[in-house]
């Protein structure tokens, strides 16, 4: 590309790039998003500590993410009704899938599309390091995303009716 900078995909668009950051359209933080992230910030310090002090393992762990979702859903507004109903759409015990097929769908389908989605920040931070427009990334990788979704569902099939665990 260095050599030959006409054969990119990107070579037009560079040209018109205007690559400019104005810090001043940054949205400061409300009192809210800065609760959220000490909240988070603290869950950490208490999983560590927990971890490596009091030798927590599972339950400990699901128990304290678990109060940090309720503090964080009272601090954004939900409310507890709010937050027991969000809580019931993640729920993935009572379908009878096994858990392992459950985590090979969440990992399958959120692999993917970490590499598609616009929210996803080391992805976009890697697009913007590399100066390419999220719209001409999701042109050109779109086909293979949904390849890869094909492929996925395919092998969580299997994995359902096989029963896949539990290990």
Avoid: C
Wanted: hydrophobic fraction near 55%; charged fraction near 15%.
């Amino acid at each position: 590309m260095k050599a030959n900078p006409e054969i990119s995909n990107m070579y037009e668009f560079d040209k018109t790039r205007d690559d400019t950051l104005d810090l001043n359209k940054i949205r400061e933080l409300t009192l809210n998003d800065k609760l959220v992230l000490i909240a988070v910030a603290l869950t950490i310090v208490m999983l560590v500590v927990g971890v490596i002090k009091f030798g927590w393992y599972i339950m400990e762990i699901s128990a304290l993410f678990l109060g940090m979702a309720i503090v964080v859903s009272l601090i954004a507004g939900l409310g507890l009704n709010g937050f027991g109903e969000q809580l019931v759409k993640g729920m993935a015990d009572l379908t009878g899938i096994t858990r392992q097929t459950a985590v090979l769908a969440f990992q399958l389908g959120d692999g993917i599309s970490n590499v598609l989605t616009p929210t996803s920040g080391y992805f976009m931070a890697g697009l913007a390091l590399a100066k390419i427009p999220w719209e001409k990334w999701a042109k050109w990788f779109v086909k293979l995303a949904l390849i890869q979704y094909l492929v996925g569902a395919v092998f969580v099939l299997i994995a359902h009716l096989m029963k896949l665990g539990p290990f």
